[in-house]
């Protein structure tokens, strides 16, 4: 049995279950448990991936969020005895044991009874291919499509992809008939235009100080996606790491950074020993944010918000930071996409 189904709370319960419960698909939480452990995928890695910190990046995104998304697992097959290109903290050296670190399971075959995606050169029929290039990421059934240029450090674009290839999973175990057997794809430099029209510019700088505000879902997004970004000096990178909240077991379920075992404890306390063992520098502020700080000379200028209150958003101007990207989810069950 499920260890949440001895203590069912709201923050205890696994969200994608939440949502079969919502709808009404399920009519207990121990038979929304159930549809969900028989949602699983299969992660297909071809050649290329050992000199690929991009492919890499992409497999291991694809097994952190679809443990999660889907409770009957992931599986990988492919050459996973390389070793692991990212400073990603806590997962071992290799491949596998980065995958197996993460949630996903090391196969030697594909479950045909699995849907497929396919990272690299050699995807089967019936796969949904993985591809990604400069500011672009996408989906498509293989054999149906072009794949992008997959520059070896194309790391936000390869980030993308994986997710879009996860969530069109999802989709499709959910009962969407179109889902992966569509192309789906987004341009981060251009997301009104075509996503394979937008290519955005080549060369580009991520700056060295941050401030990320909210360190739940998108938050933690934020910084796993730092974390696999190739800094030559980690130690020059700091981030202001903002909250005031304490992670909960249901969190294990919809954020990357998040284990059940750490239940409990400050949402800032463990992001930034996360951030630290990748090499950054970490401040903390546990407290609300209410728009009344004062910025000194050594404070970042930039401020990542993913909070989910008005209050806070409405004053995220206040402090006059030079650049604040606010990000934002769906709401309730209808609008998680």
């Not at 290329?48 to 409770?71: D, K």
């Not at 728009?291 to 958003?313: K, M, S, T, W």
Request: charged share 20%.
């Amino acid at each position: 049995m499920n260890p949440v189904l001895t203590d069912i709370r709201p923050d205890t319960l696994h969200r994608g279950v939440k949502m079969a419960l919502d709808n009404g698909e399920a009519a207990s939480v121990e038979a929304a448990y159930a549809l969900f452990e028989g949602y699983r995928m299969t992660i297909g890695v071809g050649p290329g991936a050992e000199t690929s910190r991009a492919v890499q990046s992409a497999l291991l995104t694809m097994v952190n969020t679809g443990r999660r998304a889907l409770l009957g697992g992931v599986e990988v097959t492919g050459d996973l005895e390389t070793p692991l290109l990212t400073e990603t903290p806590g997962v071992g050296a290799t491949l596998r044991e980065a995958v197996a670190a993460l949630g996903g399971r090391p196969a030697s075959t594909r479950n045909p009874a699995a849907p497929t995606v396919w990272l690299g050169d050699g995807a089967p029929d019936g796969a949904l291919q993985v591809t990604f290039g400069d500011w672009r990421g996408g989906v498509f059934p293989a054999g149906e499509g072009d794949r992008l240029a997959e520059g070896p450090d194309d790391i936000p674009a390869a980030v993308l992809a994986a997710a879009l290839a996860v969530a069109e999973i999802f989709q499709q175990v959910r009962g969407n008939p179109m889902a992966g057997e569509r192309e789906v794809g987004l341009s981060l430099w251009d997301p009104r235009s075509s996503w394979r029209l937008a290519p955005g510019p080549e060369a580009w700088v991520a700056p060295n100080k941050l401030w990320i505000l909210g360190l739940g879902h998108l938050g933690q997004a934020f910084l796993w996606l730092l974390g696999l970004l190739p800094f030559a000096h980690p130690s020059e990178v700091a981030l202001t790491l903002q909250d005031f909240d304490r992670l909960a077991t249901a969190n294990d379920s919809t954020s990357v950074l998040t284990r059940i075992d750490q239940a409990g404890r400050l949402k800032t306390r463990e992001m930034a020993a996360w951030a630290e063992a990748r090499g950054f520098q970490t401040r903390l502020v546990e407290r609300r944010f209410a728009g009344d700080i004062v910025l000194g000379e050594d404070d970042p200028r930039v401020l990542f918000c993913g909070v989910d209150n008005a209050e806070a958003r409405a004053a995220l101007e206040d402090p006059r930071f030079d650049l604040v990207v606010d990000a934002g989810l769906g709401a309730g069950p209808q609008e998680y996409l």
